[in-house]
């Protein structure tokens, strides 16, 4: 059973590291609210004081925070946790960030006699809470392979994309193809509803023809189609949209650095801006529908 310093303990790393303390791993937590650690230490993970004491006798640092900003100010400069950190020891970061980011802690890691492996994942709360996260990691296949039986704990899946960096242009690449088959399923099922079809009878038409896709068979944006999908709960308890506009954004950035033409993209982004903007930024994703048909608040 390994030492495991767990930084980040909001709706994500919370589950995440109470699933290590399950397990048996000895997983020393912090995070900047109190009520967060409280509930993990609840859960048989160790509250600590600050990040130094979670990073402190620890082989493995887990961090599950919001942006690049906060990975990059825990981590990087004079007194930065790397300093801290102990010699050897793999930071997993499962925060969804810029790869850029994740490719600049990863050398200063490597400076500081540690590793890094990026380690973002899909599969939210649920997944989190389950144990069945998709894990895409970027880094070298040795420290993949000591994170793994860790990764095996909180996820399901764990994809291997490439070097540093890896797991997050994956992440970044999924994460644009879902929101554009969200707003693209949206639009067909709003406009057959226009026309006067059942929009379960057009889901099961379109599931089975050639316009198939993952929205249609778990995530159904029409209300009442599908009963487990957060459209069937007023767009709540699934992935914000606020959240999907974050990877949208990253995805933009991405693609301006490296002169990739990301034409779908960018709408997305734009129509998404749009839906967050109009009051919509903490409904699931799905509710993209309720802004073509008018209805968003
Ligand atoms: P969250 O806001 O619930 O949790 C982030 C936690 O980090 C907060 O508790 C905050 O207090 C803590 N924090 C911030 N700076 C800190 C610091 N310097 N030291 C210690 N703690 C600090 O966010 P979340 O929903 O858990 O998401 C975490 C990451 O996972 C994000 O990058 C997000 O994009 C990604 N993600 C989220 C989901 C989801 O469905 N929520 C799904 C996939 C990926």
Redesign the pocket.
């Known amino acids: 059973m390994a030492t495991i310093g767990f930084?980040?303990?909001?709706?994500?790393?919370?589950p995440m590291a109470i699933n290590l303390a399950k397990a048996g791993h000895t997983v020393q937590a912090?995070?900047?609210?109190e009520a967060?650690i409280k509930r993990v230490a609840e859960a048989g993970a160790t509250a600590a004081a600050s990040?130094a004491e979670a990073v402190k006798g620890a082989e493995f640092v887990v961090s599950?925070?919001?942006?690049g900003k906060?990975v990059r100010?825990?981590f990087l400069g004079d007194d930065g946790l790397l300093g801290q950190m102990e010699q050897g020891a793999l930071l997993i970061d499962?925060?969804?960030?810029d790869a850029d980011s994740a490719r600049a802690v990863a050398e200063a890691a490597q400076a500081a006699g540690c590793a890094m492996i990026d380690a973002?994942?899909?599969?939210?709360?649920a997944g989190a809470e389950g144990g069945t996260l998709t894990f895409m990691v970027g880094g070298n296949s040795a420290d993949v392979d000591r994170a793994r039986p860790l990764l095996e704990v909180m996820g399901a899946k764990i994809f291997h994309a490439g070097d540093a960096g890896a797991g997050q242009v994956a992440k970044m690449c999924n994460n644009m193809l879902l929101a554009i088959s969200m707003i693209g399923t949206s639009e067909a099922l709003n406009l057959g509803v226009s026309e006067g079809l059942d929009p379960s009878v057009l889901s099961d038409i379109m599931q089975s023809a050639s316009g198939g896709n993952w929205v249609l068979n778990v995530y159904n944006p029409y209300p009442g189609v599908m009963e487990k999908a957060p459209a069937s709960r007023g767009y709540t308890g699934g992935?914000?949209t606020a959240?999907m506009l974050?990877?949208l954004g990253l995805a933009a950035d991405a693609a301006v650095k490296c002169g990739s033409s990301t034409p779908l993209g960018g709408l997305a982004r734009q129509l998404y801006a749009m839906h967050a903007a109009g009051g919509s930024a903490d409904k699931d994703f799905s509710s993209i529908l309720q802004m073509l048909q008018g209805k968003a608040q």
């Open positions: 930084i980040g303990l909001g709706n994500m790393g919370g912090f995070d900047l609210s967060a990040a599950m925070l919001p942006a906060h100010g825990l499962s925060s969804t960030i973002p994942v899909s599969g939210g709360v992935f914000g959240l974050k990877d």
